[in-house]
């Protein structure tokens, strides 16, 4: 029985541990190298993580090669010559802006330092007193000489109180008072020593120590081939999958002779050094891409620009993100890639804020009349109708493939409250509602008591009947309820329970799963568990197969 959804409680930064914790628990995805203390911004996925990550790029890749046919797929390797990375501009340009604290010398993206400073220790407890109105020269005296010193040893009021409070009341004062301040402009003055001539000053999220001026961070791995390690043998590990597609676009037009509008499809692995990887696996220096370059006749880039929106946005509806749950930002101009004439970012809202799941742009020929003026090859398309030579205009949809796991997570996970059945017990029931094309294990198969041989042997025969199809479990330890829940928590949409009356027959008439009469008596009919509704209903063991089939296509 359900009593309800702990939906509030699962909010923010709660759900997140919780979704953390439940991937490391039941081998969804674990840290890297975790054994010799982590490496920070990579991931392995585990046994059910690699499930649901290859369901997710099977169901893409089909989506965009199979069931189109102006799409054709493509794999090119992850290290290129440098040349590449020369002409697309990554070497010259595919930074970030960073900054450093002077004292504890940590580095943070120029721009993320503010977020990361409200997700401090320090600052919460600032903005509590804040709010309290508790920013006596005795309190904040007290806070700095306790918690101050442990949390933000290098801010100003700890490290120069009675200077920084003489100061910080000059200038509340001259301000109109300290109801005229905001939280953040109020920690600037705590941040500020007084001797500072260049305004005020953004504190270190780590220990409220001075940031240097930003300075530009290259964002890619760089590497060397061979066995010489010098300027000759410099490569990077690439930083997307779209060059590799760029680079060979002759090749591929010239062996499959599409005519435009058509695009070229790759996942692979991507590697950027992001300076603050952060959020489970959502920003991070090794991740997985699925890119498409759709290369169209120019001019018609902005109305394909639009095509691949809507198109994409349709698609996290069919893998079970809801439309709702998905927003289009218009990237503004300031905010673009250099290369970008227009881009959609699909922002999805994760617990820890609305954030990019997917960037569409519209890239016009930048990448081909690089590489055609590096390379001194001719990347020109020929067009049969006009007799022309052009090049074609890009639009690339560009997705994150552990960022649009990481979404399929947050959107499954949900806690209930309910009565046990057999114990008559409140409990919360974890449980993954992925949909069944995604789902990890797409059915259980459990004999309903392990010591009854004949049990046993049928639930064995449709497990193995079921292997060759899709990915199934059998489990028949612990008692059927308990073995329900712990395929509820790891997202398995189907459980199907050989029991007595599969053997002696049905107890009474009923309809089956499919909507076919099962009568009294009739023997070779299993349970079917339903995973978000839990309910239960007979099916012909006959039928279940081709209902299954249908269920997780
Ligand atoms: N070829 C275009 C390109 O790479 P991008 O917006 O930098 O564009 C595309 O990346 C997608 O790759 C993002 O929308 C995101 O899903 C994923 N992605 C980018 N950086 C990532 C990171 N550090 N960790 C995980 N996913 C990342």
Known sequence: MIYGSMADSNAGAGKMEKIVALCKRRGFIFQSSEIYGGLNGAWDYGPLGVELKRNLKDYWWRSMTQLRDDIVGFDGSILMNRAVWQASGHEATFSDPMVACKQCRKLFRADQVWPAIEQSDWYDALAEMFALGQLDTLNLKKWAETKGRRDAPNLALVRNLPVTLSWLSEKVQADGGLSKLSVKEFIQYLATEQFAQTGLITPCPHCGGELSEPRAFNLMFKTYIGATQDESSITYLRPETAQAMFVQFKNVLDTTQKKLPFGIAQIGKAFRNEINPRNFTFRSREFEQMEVEFFVKPGTGPEWLEKWREERLSWYESIGIPRAKIHVLTVPDKDRAFYSQGTYDLEYEFPFGV???????????????????????????????????????????????????????????????????????????????????????????????????????????????????????????????????????????FGITVDFETLEGAKEACTSATGAPIAAGEKDTVTLRHRDSMKQERIAIGDLFSWLLMKVA
Do not use: W
Not at 414 to 443: H, Q, Y
């Open 355 to 493: 954030q990019e799941l997917e960037g569409i742009a519209h890239r016009g020929n930048y990448d081909l009349k690089q590489h055609a003026e590096h390379s001194k090859k001719p990347l020109e398309y020929f067009d049969e109708e006009t007799k022309q030579k052009y090049l074609p205009e890009v639009v690339e949809p560009s997705a994150g493939v552990d960022r649009t796991v990481l979404a399929l997570l947050c959107e499954a996970f949900d806690e209930e409250t309910i009565k046990d059945d057999e114990s008559g017990k409140e409990e919360v029931r974890t449980v993954l509602r992925f949909s069944p094309r995604m789902a990890p294990i797409k059915a259980a198969v459990f004999p309903l008591l392990k010591n009854k041989p004949e049990l046993v042997a049928k639930a064995r025969e449709i497990y193995g009947a079921l292997q060759p199809l899709m990915k199934v479990a059998y489990a028949d330890t612990a008692a059927i309820g308990r073995r329900y829940r712990r395929f509820d928590e790891i997202g398995t949409p």
